[in-house]
């Protein structure tokens, strides 16, 4: 479930630009973002910093877009994808991984303690950071590469996501595995 409310915003984006104008799209992830803090918040849940910039990066983006200048879906695919690199990556900057956000309300405070808590959020953020480079690399390209085929793009997108995502599924499981292997050993 927690997955799903980080990329909802982005994901709404991601397929509306497939669909709809560039406004709507941007528009449509804003109130998706706006939403998600609200069930945050109503859940007790703190504001998180990603959730947060992706409503501001879509409505900066959105107002530009509408008043001072239309840019192009490449443009806007690089500038959301660009903040969104620049968020993880201050993130990590200011020794606060975004993921840690999400992490400790996932486990006790006996777990947050422990070293391998922070490490882990450092892989974490810093596997999200490659991967929200790596589509805002990919988006780049097409700026230099007029004839690059817009399935190449999206299939960077797609394989760069869901190596984050599945990389953040299985890590912790794995790590917890090894905590509780090391333990085990010192025992007997």
Same mark, same amino acid.
């Given at each position: 479930?927690?997955?799903?409310? &980080?990329?909802?915003?982005?994901?709404?984006? $991601?397929?509306?630009m497939?669909?709809?104008?560039?406004?709507?799209?941007?528009?449509?992830? @804003? *109130?998706? @973002? @706006? %939403?998600? !803090?609200?069930?945050?918040?109503?859940?007790? =849940?703190? *504001?998180?910093?990603?959730?947060?910039?992706? *409503?501001?990066?879509?409505?900066?983006?959105? /107002? #530009?877009?509408?008043l @001072?200048? +239309?840019v192009?879906?490449?443009?806007? =695919?690089?500038?959301?994808?660009? /903040? !969104?690199?620049?968020?993880?990556?201050?993130?990590?900057?200011?020794? =606060?991984?975004?993921? !840690?956000?999400?992490?400790?309300?996932?486990?006790?405070?006996?777990?947050?303690? =422990?070293?391998?808590?922070?490490?882990?959020? #450092?892989? *974490?953020?810093?596997?999200?950071?490659?991967?929200?480079?790596?589509?805002?690399?990919?988006? %780049?390209?097409?700026?230099?590469?007029?004839?690059?085929? &817009?399935?190449?793009?999206?299939?960077?997108?797609?394989?760069?996501?869901?190596? $984050?995502?599945?990389?953040?599924?299985? #890590? +912790?499981?794995?790590?917890?595995? #090894?905590? %509780? %292997?090391?333990? /085990?050993?010192?025992?007997?």
């Open positions: 479930m927690t997955l799903f409310l &980080i990329l909802a915003p982005f994901a709404t984006f $991601a397929a509306l497939m669909t709809s104008t560039i406004a709507a799209s941007l528009a449509a992830s @804003a *109130l998706v @973002a @706006a %939403a998600v !803090l609200t069930w945050e918040q109503f859940n007790g =849940r703190s *504001l998180k910093v990603i959730t947060l910039g992706a *409503l501001a990066a879509f409505s900066i983006i959105l /107002a #530009y877009h509408t @001072a200048s +239309p192009s879906a490449t443009t806007t =695919r690089l500038a959301v994808d660009g /903040a !969104l690199a620049a968020i993880a990556l201050v993130s990590l900057a200011i020794r =606060r991984p975004f993921t !840690l956000q999400y992490a400790r309300e996932m486990v006790d405070a006996e777990t947050q303690m =422990r070293p391998r808590f922070m490490e882990t959020n #450092y892989i *974490l953020t810093g596997v999200w950071t490659a991967a929200f480079a790596l589509m805002f690399a990919a988006d %780049a390209l097409t700026l230099y590469v007029a004839d690059l085929p &817009i399935w190449i793009i999206v299939g960077i997108a797609f394989v760069a996501r869901n190596t $984050a995502t599945l990389f953040t599924q299985w #890590y +912790p499981k794995r790590v917890v595995a #090894y905590e %509780a %292997a090391q333990t /085990a050993a010192k025992g007997v």
